[in-house]
């Protein structure tokens, strides 16, 4: 099957320049990723506060022009599109913001928000438009009435139900969501998940989930990519890399979520600058399992999906779980992540309260 986006060595470099406009250097943000998400998969990307999530998902639907690499989309290559076909195409590729409080326009009213997409993308009529604004507003849990109010009138839990209703009024096959439900309370955000995970099954769409909440991910998640300074440092089912984390990054992730226990020590220093990232692994300052050949060269991820779907030859035991370190194989297993002592199990009693109520 083909996937329904491809990312190949996709790279984002932003310069930083002077007080008089000269280069000094660029923040690499995004350097090298190689993913693919597939029809109907939930893709979760996983890491610390600027290491380049976000920015991955504006990339991928070329909201930021990329430096290099190919994006291709359902095998079309989307990175060679002329912006006339490229907005042509967008009504298949959608995103939901982090902020439902600012992703909404305080001059637009509900309606006006759900049909611009429906003007730009369709040859519906006034009547026709006004017929989807309802049926979308209906899909996500809210009034048909509710349209003719104003973004400032509704909760944020409601304010992030019109962004989804939004994102899907173009019938996209793939939507990126960053962030979606982290500004809203536990309770909403159970309701907000559940009602991706319907829309997910019932249209079969691709979602790219961009978080750092590991019982969210936990949740919802098919595969899991962990992110580091730019770079994704390991690649998997979700299962799998929350019951078997290899990278050491990883590992440390799990292990600071509040009631894992002493499974790993806290990781030491902080993050080093993307302007000037450490030669070799660029987790190699904060690693514990680090030796002289970390500092010297870049691990690779072999062997994953997306690069064995562009045709490289794998070199792992299994292309389903990977990771960039020299030393994974000769790590101690480490302990498996333990959902019951996290907010996931809440949200997960939550999710199913509410599933039932609304059966």
């Known amino acids: 099957m083909t996937p329904l986006l491809e990312l190949r060595g996709v790279q984002k470099h ?8 000269r280069a000094r250097g660029a923040v690499h943000a995004v350097d090298g990723v190689w993913l693919n998400v597939m029809p109907g998969e939930v893709l979760a990307i996983v890491g610390e506060s600027g290491c380049g999530k976000s920015t991955l998902g504006r990339v991928a639907l070329r909201l930021i022009e990329p430096d290099d690499g190919q994006i291709l989309f359902q095998g079309e290559d989307f990175t060679a599109l002329p912006q006339k076909a490229l907005r042509a195409r967008r009504r298949h590729a959608q995103i939901i913001f982090q902020d ?4 909404l326009d305080p001059r637009m009213s509900v309606a006006a928000a759900i049909e611009e997409p429906l003007i730009l993308h369709t040859t519906l009529d006034r009547a026709g438009r006004a017929a989807r604004v309802a049926e979308l507003l209906t899909r996500v849990g809210l009034r048909p009435e509710m349209a003719g109010r104003w973004p400032h009138e509704f909760s944020g839990g409601q304010r992030q139900r019109i962004a ?26 159970a309701q907000v998940l559940n009602l991706l995970q319907d829309l997910i099954r019932d249209l079969n769409l691709g979602f790219i989930m961009i978080s750092h909440d590991l019982g969210v991910v936990r949740h919802i998640a098919d595969r899991v990519a962990v992110m580091y300074l730019g770079r994704i440092v390991e690649e998997g ?17 799990l292990a600071a979520v509040p ?18 990232p450490p030669p070799g692994c660029r987790f190699h300052t904060r690693c514990d399992f680090a030796v002289p050949a ?49 907010g996931g199990e809440r949200l997960a009693r939550l999710a199913q309260r509410f599933q039932r109520e609304n059966a």
Request: charged fraction near 20%; proline fraction near 11%.
């Open 294 to 342: 970390c500092s010297a060269a870049m691990p690779e991820l072999k062997g994953s999906p997306a690069r064995s779907a562009a045709g490289e030859a794998q070199s792992r035991e299994s292309a389903g779980h990977t990771d960039a370190c020299f030393r994974s194989a000769e790590l101690p297993p480490a302990a498996a992540f333990h959902e019951n002592t996290t």
């Open 14 to 21: 932003f310069p930083v320049r002077d007080a008089l406009g």
């Open 100 to 103: 439902p409080f600012g992703s």
């Open 237 to 253: 089912p979700a299962a799998e890399v929350f019951s078997a984390p290899r990278h050491p990054y990883t590992r440390a992730l």
């Open 259 to 276: 009631g894992q226990g002493a499974r790993a020590a806290p990781l030491q220093g902080d993050v080093p600058s993307p302007i000037s």
């Open 164 to 189: 989804i209703a939004r994102a899907l009024a173009s019938e996209p096959k793939l939507i990126i969501g960053d962030e979606p439900v982290s500004a809203l309370d536990v309770s909403v955000q």
